[in-house]
């Protein structure tokens, strides 16, 4: 492809227009995408992790941390695993505590192996290994990583190598011990003029099960839940609290509390609230506000340490190319290189007002808005450029959006389990979130108290035809119980927003959902099934879940095989019902399929291997031109009582054999002398010539209509799909992704590089 990268066109994007009658357009013409010329060549430069280099700024200490004392087992280094830094952000740190999620490739790191980290000077430092979820072969998939840096300079970045080592020490703390330690916190929150507080002391009372969820030597981790009470004893009807305390014992004073406040009880009548809220830890306020509105459904944390002289002032590392080899998240370019005044620009829009409780940082509040986002996309443009570059600014955006997906109204949690509501039993298999059916029971949600509707009033709108992944990469990379909730919270709803039937009484399809919902919603459930811990009670839950959602593409599209175009057209019965043919929309659903399949997920791939005929067939397929491959819509059928097209040759007349052409702006072009489209050979000059005048800019040969230079454009739409359709061994696959990534004009993916996936 040509390497000159060329900044997108976004205007003409955004005032697109629907050209053809789509059912599935839904929110209007938008594309949900982008891309880089760069990007788009295949990249098959594997994964080498780096060797350990020499710190910048002072020498690390040669110190042991504590259990290396005398006596104790020597650390063994094992194979290399990969390699992570921890870059100083403040003045220089001794004994610095960290934790971090790591994901582990298939086959790699056994379940009675332990990791230990090589600093730069060749010293081995002893890590707490929390493993909690495991790929088909029993190898570890994901794991906690905990450790004590001995000494960091002011400014420093250290680079270690994760290496496979023998198994972390048991913890000899407790619960109990907890209590003993002299930490406090609690929230205090006042509503219609009366106080209600929670505290870490109550929590260790009142709940007599604790989710202990990281245990070692280094660090220990509980999770307490706490009524909130006001000075009579009585509880709050509405609120939730839960102390996250991570507790690093072996340094004096060395714990966090991330304190969780919820309103998402599902059983009983709620709706938002507002509230004075003062968070304490240690002793002082770490948080606090006034009228601070809370919805319904919905929740906030907010953490704190216990010594505010000794708080960890740092930015961990991870190695993004590993990452994306271990197939846990998809193939970016990692030629892309995110440029400074794009990570400034994303920086710069996460500000005080938008960060913290019940707010949203980056993310679009309107869920359902139309046009080209940042947000969408596999991932959204913040944790591409964060995979591709470890840039704490990107992190920042990520980690904002992460806290913020706890604004929306769809946390509904289970008062009876504790856990996000679940509908695979005779009890709750009828519930759904629609506010149209909220007569309906036996449970329907949500209600409000007193039956009064404004309760549920919120700036905030879900919708899973534009539903970014919130959640996913930040619990990837932290391993933080609160972004897993997140995750599974989004999960456990996107399918409940109808009539149960249509959620197959239970079952979780999203096949009622817009196509790009399907997309979306089937990618979070991925996600859930695929990084839930193996031993939580979701994990089982989502993967049948995902499992159903399979079986019922695989039936109607696989065994039945409605069409030979692969294209989605609504069969299945209650499935969203299409018109014609969104390619974009489909490329998404195309993609998801090829994401899940390279997840491990084995029913995925016959779908993929039938769906990806669509995108594959409308760049190679004799008869249709693949400049046109990305356009934005298609009419597959004469009428709705006639069958689908059955080559794309007539796909394509059906729909560039007339008089008229729409251009990229959705106007009618009827050309002076009366000449045709269709009747332009693909790709040649006269093509060029009638394109120009179309346009009304000079055309070159090779560029694809759709908004070739945009990374927001159908072409980048398309890319993602064509990827993991060169992956899979599509058959014309690679000749597709070549034409894709020779066009002409280009998009500029540094600064938006949310659809530059390449093939594997």
Request: aromatic residues 10%.
């Amino acid at each position: 492809p040509a390497q000159v990268l060329v900044r997108s066109t976004s205007t003409r994007l955004l005032t697109a227009m629907c050209t053809v009658m789509l059912t599935a357009c839904g929110g209007g013409g938008d594309a949900d995408v982008g891309s880089d010329s760069a990007s788009l060549a295949k990249t098959v430069t594997a994964f080498t992790p780096k060797p350990a280099t020499p710190a910048t700024g002072s020498p690390v200490s040669p110190t042991a941390p504590s259990d290396q004392a005398a006596g104790s087992t020597p650390i063994v280094a094992g194979a290399l695993i990969t390699d992570f830094s921890i870059q100083s952000t403040g003045a220089a740190q001794k004994q610095v505590p960290f934790t971090f999620g790591q994901v582990i490739m298939q086959g790699q790191m056994n379940v009675k192996e332990g990791l230990a980290a090589k600093l730069p000077d060749g010293t081995l430092l002893r890590l707490q290994t929390d493993i909690k979820a495991t790929h088909a072969d029993g190898s570890v998939r994901h794991v906690v990583v905990s450790g004590v840096l001995p000494e960091l300079a002011a400014g420093q970045t250290q680079t270690l190598q994760l290496v496979k080592s023998s198994t972390s020490l048991k913890s000899s703390e407790s619960v109990q011990s907890l209590a003993k330690s002299g930490l406090t916190s609690k929230v205090t929150i006042t509503l219609n003029g009366e106080k209600y507080t929670a505290s870490l002391a109550d929590a260790l009372v009142a709940d007599t099960s604790p989710r202990n969820w990281l245990s070692g030597n280094v660090v220990n981790e509980w999770h307490l839940n706490a009524p909130l009470k006001n000075a009579a004893g009585v509880t709050q009807s509405l609120l939730t609290a839960r102390f996250d305390v991570r507790w690093y014992s072996g340094l004096a004073k060395q714990a966090r509390v991330d304190v969780v406040v919820e309103n998402t009880k599902t059983f009983v009548p709620g709706g938002k609230l507002t509230y004075d809220v003062d968070v304490e830890v240690g002793g002082r306020s770490v948080y606090a506000k006034s009228a601070l509105t809370h919805y319904h459904h919905a929740r906030w944390h907010q953490a704190g340490w216990w010594d505010a002289a000794r708080v960890p002032v740092m930015d961990v590392k991870l190695n993004g190319a590993y990452m994306m080899a271990t197939k846990a998240v998809s193939n970016y370019d990692s030629r892309v290189v995110p440029t400074n005044n794009e990570l400034n620009n994303i920086a710069g829009r996460i500000t005080a007002d938008n960060t913290g409780p019940m707010t949203i940082g980056p993310i679009v509040a309107y869920m359902p808005t139309a046009g080209g986002r940042g947000d969408i996309g596999p991932l959204p443009t913040w944790s591409a450029m964060y995979l591709l570059s470890m840039d704490k600014r990107a992190r920042n955006a990520m980690m904002a959006a992460a806290d913020g997906s706890g604004s929306w109204s769809i946390h509904y949690r289970d008062e009876k389990t504790g856990y996000p509501v679940r509908t695979d039993n005779e009890a709750n298999k009828n519930i759904t979130t629609h506010w149209n059916l909220r007569e309906y029971g036996p449970l329907p949600v949500p209600r409000y108290v007193n039956n009064d509707g404004a309760l549920g009033d919120t700036p905030f709108e879900a919708d899973t035809a534009h539903q970014p992944s919130l959640a996913y990469l930040p619990y990837l990379v932290t391993g933080e119980y609160y972004y897993l909730e997140e995750l599974q919270f989004w999960a456990s709803s996107n399918p409940l927003g109808t009539a149960s039937g249509n959620h197959g009484d239970g079952k979780g399809l999203v096949r009622w959902q817009q196509l790009r919902g399907q997309a979306w919603s089937l990618r979070t459930l991925g996600h859930s099934a695929y990084i839930t811990p193996d031993n939580d009670p979701l994990k089982a839950y989502f993967t049948k879940q995902l499992e159903n959602n399979l079986d019922f593409y695989h039936a109607t599209y696989v065994v039945g095989n409605p069409n030979k175009l692969g294209v989605y057209d609504g069969s299945g019965e209650n499935a969203f019902q299409v018109d014609a043919s969104a390619p974009w929309q489909d490329d998404f659903l195309t993609w998801s399929f090829g994401y899940l399949s390279e997840l491990g997920f084995a029913k995925a791939t016959p779908i993929l291997q039938w769906k990806a005929k669509y995108s594959v067939g409308r760049m190679t397929a004799p008869g249709y031109c693949w400049i046109q491959g990305a356009a934005y819509g298609l009419r597959f059928r004469d009428s709705p009582s006639t069958p689908l097209y059955d080559s794309f040759d007539k796909l394509y007349k059906a729909n560039f054999d007339g008089k008229d052409y729409y251009n990229e702006n959705g106007r009618v072009f009827t050309h002076p002398k009366g000449l045709k489209y269709i009747d332009q050979p693909c790709n040649s000059q006269a093509q060029v010539d009638y394109l120009t005048l179309a346009h009304g800019f000079q055309w070159e040969k090779n560029r694809m209509t759709g908004y070739s230079d945009s990374s927001i454009g159908y072409p980048s739409n398309m890319q993602p799909a064509l990827a993991v359709a060169v992956a899979a061994g599509i058959p014309n696959a690679t000749e597709a992704w070549a034409l894709l990534a020779g066009r002409s004009a280009p998009p500029y993916y540094p600064d938006a590089p949310q659809w530059a996936i390449v093939p594997r």
